[in-house]
């Protein structure tokens, strides 16, 4: 199962933007958000989908976590879900 409409809904949100508006190629740099933009972010994404993000602004490949692009933030929490929440 994929995350992607609701990563793309949180990261709109945060980024104050529309969610049509974004691709998976779409940088977080991009949409101007701020660090503290991209934490709140990672505490949206961890209640959304009841999992722990190991993801710290300082150390951002920390557990092969990279919050760069839309893409890789999806692609990463359908990781993490499914280790964390296995079938």
């Not at 990261?11 to 508006?21: E, F, L």
């Not at 991209?38 to 505490?43: M, P, R, Y």
């Not at 994404?45 to 990279?66: C, H, L």
């Amino acid at each position: 199962m994929s995350s992607e409409q609701d990563i793309f809904e949180i990261v709109a949100k945060q980024a104050k933007t529309d969610a049509a508006t974004l691709t998976r190629a779409t940088k977080l740099a991009d949409l101007d958000l701020q660090s503290i933009d991209v934490v709140e972010l990672v505490f949206a994404i961890e209640e959304k989908f009841d999992i722990e993000v190991p993801y710290s602004p300082s150390e951002q490949n920390t557990a092969g976590i990279s919050f760069q692009s839309v893409g890789e933030i999806i692609d990463a929490i359908d990781r993490l879900v499914a280790e964390q929440h296995p079938a």
